[in-house]
């Protein structure tokens, strides 16, 4: 019986994330200045991807996870990106996994902040939503059209992850 290795948890940056996808925030090099200079765009900080669907727009009311937490199981959606940004201004994790063949990897785990948002690209593994320390709402975008959309793969031992000090 293979013990679960407990995973460190790095802040989410846009270099260690991209890899897997980008990072939604509030970056000063992507700043355009509209509406005769009274509103900030912070501009095409990420892509939707829906293989020729449509893209929606949706709200997850996430419950908190119970730590230590077992991840056991990664998914992807093979067709389209999946996006999730925090309204509740509340830090979240984020898990992903480079491909195995066709199998996730050791998950890499980051602390997003409260004012961070996450696009996971087309067929990246990642964890579902894992919320911290109370209920809290994302706006999510991703491709319509869920059916055939969805792998999970189960891990043989499950990686622990302690609810990190935001
Ligand atoms: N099932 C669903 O819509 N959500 C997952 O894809 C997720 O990544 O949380
Ligand atoms: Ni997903």
């Given at each position: 019986m293979t013990m679960p290795q407990h995973l460190q948890i790095q802040l989410l940056t846009k270099a260690a994330f991209a890899p897997f996808g980008d990072v939604i925030e509030a970056d000063p090099a992507t700043v355009r200045l509209i509406n005769n200079g009274t509103t900030e765009r912070f501009h095409r900080l990420g892509t939707v991807e829906t293989d020729g669907a449509g893209a929606i727009i949706s709200l997850f009311r996430g419950q908190p996870r119970q730590f230590p937490y077992a991840i056991?199981?990664?998914?992807?959606?093979?067709?389209?990106?999946?996006?999730?940004?925090?309204?509740?201004?509340?830090?979240?994790?984020?898990?992903?996994?480079?491909?195995?063949?066709?199998?996730?990897?050791?998950?890499?785990?980051?602390?997003?902040?409260?004012?961070?948002?996450?696009?996971?690209?087309?067929?990246?593994?990642?964890?579902?939503?894992?919320?911290?320390?109370?209920?809290?709402?994302?706006?999510?975008?991703?491709?319509?059209?869920?059916?055939?959309?969805l792998e999970e793969l189960f891990y043989d031992t499950p990686y622990l992850i302690s609810e990190p000090i935001p």
């Open positions: 056991d199981m990664m998914e992807r959606h093979p067709f389209g990106s999946q996006s999730f940004h925090p309204l509740s201004g509340r830090p979240f994790l984020v898990a992903v996994a480079e491909d195995v063949g066709s199998r996730p990897g050791e998950p890499k785990i980051f602390l997003a902040r409260g004012d961070q948002g996450v696009n996971y690209r087309r067929n990246v593994w990642h964890h579902p939503l894992m919320v911290i320390g109370s209920p809290s709402d994302f706006l999510v975008v991703d491709r319509d059209r869920p059916e055939n959309n």
